[in-house]
C-alpha cells in the first residue's frame, strides 16, 4: 500500500509504512512551529523510524530544535530568493546507518567530475518522437511505471493517480518508437514556491544507453523556464551512477545526501540531492 497524503492546516505530509517515514512535503508560515509537533506526532504513533522536511529558511529553527539534522541545502529554492532545506530526524538509530557509504562516495564523485554547466543534448533518431503526456495515455504510462518499478515511493502504476497528478501541477513527458511509449519523466510544478521537481524518470531497459533522460530533462527544463519557474531539483538514487551522472553533466549541482530515504524497488534507498538556478 502507497503511503498517504495528509493536510495540516495548510502544510502537508506525505506518510506510511511503504516509506516508513513522515515526509513534510509543503509548509505555510502560519503553521510553524505546529507543523513540526504534527510530524513527530505522526512518527511516534505509527513508529515510523524517519521523519524528512523539504523546509523553507524560515522553518528550519523549528525543526533544528526538535533535534533534526541538515542532509541537504538546496540555495534559493523558493521563490528564487529563499534557500531551502532538507531536515531529517532518525527515530531509530539503524536507519541513519549508510549501509554502503562507499559507493555513495563514489557516485558523487564520479558524477561532480562530469559536472558541465552547459550539457550536450542527444537528438532523437527519425524513429523516436517526444511529446508532453495527456489523461488518455494514463494507461501506457502506468505499464511503462510497472514494468520498471517494481515498487515506488508513490503509485505512478496507478493510471487514476496519474491522471489526477496532471490536474495538480504535474506534467509528464515521454519518448516514443513507432507509437509505442518507451520513456518517460515528470516535472512537479510548485507555482506558489517557483521550484520544480525533476523526476519518475524511466526507460524501457532494453531501450537504455541511448541518452533518453538527458533529452527528457532538457524539454522538461524549456517548459518550465516558459513557465516562469526559478529553481529545479532533483532526489536521485544515491547508488545510481547513471542518473546523478545525467543531471551533473546537465548543470546541476550537488546538495546532499538523504541517508535511507525512501522505498523503491523494495528496499530503503540513499537519495542525492541535485539542483539547478533556471
Not at 533529452?215 to 519557474?229: A, C
Request: hydrophobic share 40%.
Amino acid at each position: 500500500m502507497s503511503d498517504q497524503i495528509e493536510v495540516f492546516g495548510s502544510s502537508v505530509i506525505q506518510h506510511g509504512k511503504s516509506n516508513d517515514r513522515a515526509y513534510v512535503m509543503k509548509i505555510c508560515p502560519q503553521d510553524c512551529p505546529t507543523v513540526v509537533d504534527d510530524a513527530v506526532n505522526l512518527a511516534v504513533d505509527n513508529r515510523y523510524s524517519k521523519i524528512f522536511a523539504k523546509a523553507p529558511a524560515f522553518s528550519r529553527q523549528a525543526f533544528l530544535q526538535e533535534r533534526f539534522v541538515e542532509e541537504a541545502k538546496v540555495p534559493n529554492l523558493f521563490n528564487g530568493a529563499e534557500d531551502g532545506y532538507f531536515l531529517s530526524k532518525f527515530m531509530f538509530p539503524e536507519r541513519r546507518q549508510e549501509g554502503a557509504p562507499e559507493i555513495v562516495k563514489k557516485v558523487i564523485a564520479a558524477a561532480n567530475s562530469k559536472f558541465t554547466e552547459v550539457g550536450l543534448v542527444p537528438e532523437l533518431d527519425a524513429d523516436f518522437t517526444w511529446r508532453i503526456m495527456q489523461k488518455h495515455d494514463a494507461q501506457v504510462m502506468a505499464r511503462l511505471y510497472k514494468l520498471v518499478f517494481k515498487s515506488y515511493p508513490f503509485p505512478i502504476d496507478d493510471p487514476d493517480y496519474l491522471e489526477r497528478t496532471m490536474d495538480e501541477d504535474v506534467i509528464y513527458h515521454g519518448i516514443f518508437r513507432e507509437g509505442e511509449l518507451i520513456a518517460l519523466s515528470s516535472a512537479e510544478i510548485d507555482f506558489s514556491s517557483k521550484n520544480v521537481e525533476m523526476t519518475d524518470f524511466a526507460t524501457r531497459p532494453d531501450c537504455r544507453g541511448q541518452g533518453f533522460a538527458t533529452y527528457l530533462l532538457e524539454k522538461m527544463e524549456t517548459d518550465v523556464r516558459n513557465k516562469g519557474i526559478c529553481t529545479a531539483y532533483t532526489i536521485a538514487r544515491a547508488y545510481s551512477y547513471g542518473m546523478n551522472i545525467t543531471f551533473a553533466k546537465h548543470g546541476y549541482r550537488f546538495a546532499g545526501t538523504l541517508t535511507n530515504n525512501t522505498q523503491i524497488s523494495g528496499q530503503l534507498e540513499s537519495m542525492n540531492v541535485w539542483y539547478k538556478t533556471l
